[in-house]
Antibody, heavy 121, light 106 residues
Framework: QVQLQESGPGLVKPSETLSLTCTVS????????WSWIRQPPGTGLEWIGQ???????NYNPSLKSRVTISVDTSKNQLSLKLSSVTAADTAVYYC???????????????WGQGTLVTVSS | SYELTQPPSMSVSPGQTASITCSGD??????ACWYQQKPGQSPVLVIY???KRPSGIPERFSGSNSGNTATLTISGTQAMDEADYFC?????????FGGGTKLTVL
């Protein structure tokens, strides 16, 4: 059974870069797409972006200028970097295994437990 | 940008059928997924590609999608089904989520 575990600082200062890692166990990271999704407290889900192990990516247009998602196949990890953060980036950040259905539609069939990142000075 | 609209909340009596809707322009031409999220937990995929159930999801969960509306139907709703439900679609190489529906079973 695949498991995902997010890790990284829980507090980031405004204007700095948020950096998170997701460690995948129970399966190879080279077999699927992988995504980052966030959820501000008490609100809904927002897709950040996805990556395939060969490096192809898709990003949410609203975040694209600040986001980098990468994969380290040797460590079975994916990472997220979000630059120039503000309080609006405060959220629970999830990594998720991504399946691809008909018409290239992604769906998220395994999720990490999520990690809360607060942006505050 | 593409938008998906869900009712913020709805309630259902135990044993009855709950139908949660998700509306978007020509949504029926796309594929919809649904997620269940209970308080303090990560979302769980309950329906993908409009009507497919992942392994381990009870048969009482079903989905449909036509016209401008996708629907998640929970037959014989149980108290354990009380949760937030989010729809999701794919448009212009971007994942879009609905705002979520809080389902209360009472």
């Amino acid at each position: 059974q695949v498991q995902l575990q997010e890790s990284g600082p829980g507090l980031v200062k405004p204007s700095e870069t948020l950096s998170l890692t997701c460690t995948v166990s129970g399966g190879s990271i080279t077999s699927y797409y992988w995504s980052w999704i966030r959820q501000p407290p008490g609100t809904g889900l927002e897709w950040i972006g996805q990556i395939y192990h060969i490096g192809s990516t898709n990003y949410n247009p609203s975040l694209k200028s600040r986001v980098t998602i990468s994969v380290d196949t040797s460590k079975n990890q994916l990472s997220l970097k979000l630059s120039s953060v503000t309080a609006a980036d405060t959220a629970v950040y999830y990594c998720a295994r991504t399946g691809i259905a008909a018409a290239g539609t992604p769906y998220f069939d395994h999720w990490g437990q999520g990690t809360l990142v607060t942006v505050s000075s | 940008s593409y938008e998906l609209t869900q009712p913020p909340s709805m309630s259902v009596s135990p044993g009855q059928t709950a139908s949660i809707t998700c509306s978007g322009d020509k949504l029926g031409d796309k594929y919809a997924c649904w997620y269940q999220q209970k308080p303090g937990q990560s979302p769980v995929l309950v329906i993908y590609q409009d009507r497919k159930r992942p392994s381990g999801i009870p048969e009482r969960f079903s989905g449909s999608n036509s016209g401008n509306t996708a629907t998640l139907t929970i037959s014989g709703t149980q108290a354990m089904d009380e949760a937030d439900y989010f729809c999701q679609a794919w448009d212009s190489s971007t994942v879009v989520f609905g705002g979520g529906t809080k389902l209360t079973v009472l």
